[in-house]
């Protein structure tokens, strides 16, 4: 397929930019928050391109292939999807200070499958339970399907919430017990699961109506709060979806080919296969051009954008290769 042309936004910096780290998301979205805060930890330089709350996003579907959710990060024609993508991505990048302090890697990756699983599920709960009376029709409707299931009701998760808020309270009681000696949760720097546990107490404290209050039974990890909240976002620059769209149809995938012997579908690159959410959303198809235990990327042609190479994690994803 050919490219349509776009608007030039390039004046003689294309190599630079097709190695700059672009973040597509949007303010109040709590897990782009999560990134934001490992873009801070490594000090990085990065562009910003906000993208729309809802679909349809019609600057980021050519990048994706049909990918809706956020946030994503581009480097040139190398697109990457979910926050495990993301942040593998960036700390195999830029090593510097590393994710892992003392070395805790391993491990620190299983406290993303609690705190973006059955913690996250109790704190979404709480937060569309606080914003409903004044949360647009058309949000509610995109968003309660998509953290709860087609059968989504409002009643039902107003019916949990006094449960859910239980559950947070001995959750985050967890996380003030681990920050009662030490700076953050790995030691004196730092690391990957302060990321991972901040994003959802930002977020609850700035959705909850009483959320002070309730935050201020957990001193401990206020204090911590605060010390992970003076690490910023790096240093971040706006740029527009239009020239992120010029820098991937200008970049070539610089993913090596890789294969995994030992996976357990059998999945051979080369193979056209359909990568979606476990949790349910569009697939994307492309052909198998790198897989391991723990990410899966695809070779696919847009015509806005070229050949691009979106990459996904193995872990909350379905793989299958296609007839």
């Known amino acids: 397929m050919g490219r349509l042309q776009l608007p030039c936004f390039i004046n003689g910096e294309t190599a630079m930019s097709q190695d700059q780290v672009i973040l597509h998301h949007y303010p109040q979205s709590p897990v782009s928050e999560k990134v934001r805060v490992v873009l801070g930890m490594k000090n990085l330089a990065w562009k910003s391109v906000e993208i729309p709350r809802l679909p349809p996003k019609p600057k980021l579907m050519p ?95 107003k019916a949990k919430y006094a449960q859910c808020l239980a559950n947070i309270r001995a959750q985050f009681g967890w996380m003030d017990e681990r920050v009662a000696a030490r700076a953050f949760m790995l030691g004196d720097h730092p690391g990957l699961p302060d990321a991972l546990a901040y994003y959802l107490v930002w977020f609850l404290s700035d959705r909850m109506a009483a959320g002070d209050e309730f935050l201020s039974q957990f001193r401990n990890l206020m204090a911590w709060e605060q010390r992970v909240k003076a690490i910023g976002h790096g240093q971040p620059e706006d740029m527009s979806d239009l020239e992120a769209l010029q820098i991937a149809s200008k970049a070539n995938p610089q993913t090596p080919e890789q294969a995994d012997p030992g996976d357990p579908l059998g999945l051979n690159i080369g193979d056209q296969i359909g990568i979606e959410p476990a949790s349910g959303g569009p697939q994307v198809t492309g052909r198998l051009h790198s897989l391991s235990a723990n990410h899966a990327a695809i070779l696919r042609q847009d015509d806005q954008v070229g050949r691009v190479c979106v990459h996904f994690p193995r872990m909350g994803y379905r793989m299958k290769r296609l007839a």
Not at 78 to 103: H, S
Not at 116 to 134: R, Y
């Open 63 to 157: 990048l994706t292939g049909g990918y809706r959710l956020t946030p994503v990060m581009q480097i040139g024609a190398d697109i990457y999807c979910d926050t495990q993508c993301i942040i593998r991505a960036l700390e195999q990048r830029f090593p510097e200070p590393t994710l892992f302090p003392g070395g805790a890697a391993g491990m620190a990756w299983g406290v993303g499958q609690w705190t973006d699983g059955p913690l996250f599920q109790d704190v979404i709960n709480v937060a569309l339970v606080e914003m409903s009376p004044n949360m647009p029709a058309e949000f509610l409707a995109d968003r309660g399907p998509l953290y709860f299931g087609p059968d989504f009701s409002l009643d039902d998760i």
